[in-house]
């Protein structure tokens, strides 16, 4: 990927990211809907996930 791509690519993954996190915290402290265990661990790991790749990118980036 050329740097325009990367630069593209780690603007869209931060805002998936900030989307996730309200989503979460939405979901997990706005409602009164029990959520289960295991829809708490899904949107820990998408978020884990998404941070790894944007750390990825910008070690591409910033190298």
Do not use: N, W
């Amino acid at each position: 990927m050329d740097r325009c791509e990367l630069e593209k690519k780690l603007k869209s993954l931060k805002e998936e990211l900030e989307d996730v996190k309200q989503e979460r915290h939405f979901m997990l402290e706005k409602t009164s809907i029990h959520v289960p265990g295991h829809a708490r661990h899904r949107y820990d790991a998408e978020i884990k996930e998404l941070e790894e790749k944007i750390k990825e990118i910008e070690a591409k980036l910033y190298q």
